[in-house]
């Protein structure tokens, strides 16, 4: 089987998995070798499916921005995902169970940008202009994988082991929140079950952001006015469950909640 027909395949599958929710083996076993740029590719090819199928592409999210985290699966650099509009959702909602699988929760700063960032070595100060304001957001990340069995290339595959994502009801700029030193505190039930710094997401978010913006701009699929940039993890992601109220506060961007309501309940709502 060419390397091609092996993007394919695991591409299938990946999807497959989505529509049944029904999780698959891990995509590295798919591969003699699979390496990050097919790892990238399959992802790609999702994409392209969910961009031909209607769906609209609004930003990036990164993960892989703890240094511990990259320890345990033995890598040196964060990854990246496609956002679309049909994932994101306001503070305060409940979320729709019947599209995850196996959802877990991570509070982080959003950044939306009011310019493009087109070049593959855009510095710091021209993250910094671009960026319009910064929101606190939470990011249910969920995994076709089963039993969250990942490596780099299986959560790279599956777009970054994204799900859906919620934005908080408080913009501010850049220049009103220093984002390195901000506080977060998420509770799941009332219960605090993650706390940590801006400092924990590659010592500063602005930093994993400017990796995001370069790294997609020398893939060819640059960030453009609009986009929403999830920056990624604050503290540890925790696990929820049918029912579970998650509720994040970060110091200087205010809080954001949801909800993730018993499915055989939401479906009866129907």
């Known amino acids: 089987m060419t390397d091609q027909a092996r993007v394919s395949e695991a591409a299938a599958r990946l999807l497959e998995a989505e529509l049944t929710r029904r999780a698959t083996t891990p995509i590295r076993d798919d591969f003699d070798a699979?390496?990050?740029?097919?790892?990238y590719a399959v992802q790609q090819s999702?994409?392209?499916?969910?961009?031909?199928?209607?769906?609209?592409?609004?930003?990036?999210?990164?993960?892989?921005t703890n240094p511990v985290v990259q320890e345990?699966?033995?890598v040196n650099q964060p990854d990246f995902g496609a956002l679309f509009a049909d994932m994101a959702f306001p503070s305060g909602v409940d979320l729709p169970a019947n599209r995850l699988i196996q959802p877990r929760a991570e509070a982080e700063i959003a950044l939306v940008l009011g310019s493009d960032l087109a070049r593959p070595d855009s510095t710091i100060v021209d993250l910094i202009s671009a960026t319009d304001y910064a929101v606190a957001a939470l990011e249910i990340v969920d995994s076709r994988i089963e039993n969250w069995d990942i490596r780099i290339t299986d959560t790279i595959a599956d777009n970054g082991s994204s799900g859906v994502f919620v934005i908080g009801n408080m913009p501010v700029p850049l220049s009103?929140?220093?984002v390195r030193a901000v506080e977060m505190s998420m509770s799941v039930n009332g219960e605090v079950v993650s706390e940590g710094t801006?400092?924990?997401c590659l010592h500063n978010p602005l930093n994993a952001a400017l990796?995001?913006?370069?790294?997609?701009?020398?893939?060819?699929?640059?960030?453009?006015?609009g986009d929403i940039v999830l920056t990624g993890?604050?503290?540890?992601?925790?696990p929820l469950l049918p029912g579970d109220h998650v509720r994040a506060t970060i110091t200087g961007l205010g809080?954001?909640?949801?909800?993730?309501?018993?499915?055989?309940?939401?479906g009866a709502k129907k």
């Open 34 to 39: 699979l390496d990050l740029d097919s790892a």
């Open 46 to 64: 999702i994409t392209d499916y969910g961009v031909a199928a209607g769906r609209r592409l609004i930003g990036r999210k990164i993960g892989l």
């Open 72 to 74: 345990q699966l033995g």
């Open 176 to 178: 009103a929140v220093d």
């Open 198 to 200: 801006g400092a924990a």
């Open 211 to 225: 990796w995001l913006v370069n790294e997609v701009a020398r893939r060819g699929i640059p960030m453009a006015a």
């Open 233 to 238: 993890a604050l503290g540890p992601m925790h």
């Open 255 to 266: 809080t954001v909640s949801c909800r993730l309501p018993d499915r055989s309940t939401e």
